[in-house]
């Protein structure tokens, strides 16, 4: 199926994917059916965002993100 945005057959999504400390990776497009890191362009660490809080030390480990 295209994406209707840009007409790409391609599965991809228009979201940026944030990588967390161990790994874990949640995307900003709350439809993405897919977290695979081929499918976004844009992925960014988390850190890079400032806008999570798995670098402090409490949350470096374990991995705590409920998504
Ligand atoms: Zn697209
Ligand atoms: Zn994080
Ligand atoms: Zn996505």
Same mark, same amino acid.
């Given at each position: 199926m295209d994406c209707l945005t840009c007409g790409n057959g391609?599965?991809?999504c228009h979201g940026t994917l944030i990588v967390?400390?161990?790994g874990a990776v &949640? #995307?900003?497009?709350g439809d993405c059916a897919d977290h695979d890191?081929?499918?976004? +362009?844009?992925?960014? &660490? #988390?850190?890079?965002l400032g806008a999570c809080d798995?670098?402090?030390p409490e949350h +470096?480990?374990?991995l705590r993100h409920a998504s």
């Amino acid at each position: 199926m295209d994406c209707l945005t840009c007409g790409n057959g391609l599965d991809h999504c228009h979201g940026t994917l944030i990588v967390h400390v161990g790994g874990a990776v &949640d #995307c900003t497009d709350g439809d993405c059916a897919d977290h695979d890191r081929i499918r976004h +362009a844009l992925i960014v &660490d #988390c850190e890079f965002l400032g806008a999570c809080d798995c670098h402090t030390p409490e949350h +470096a480990a374990p991995l705590r993100h409920a998504s």
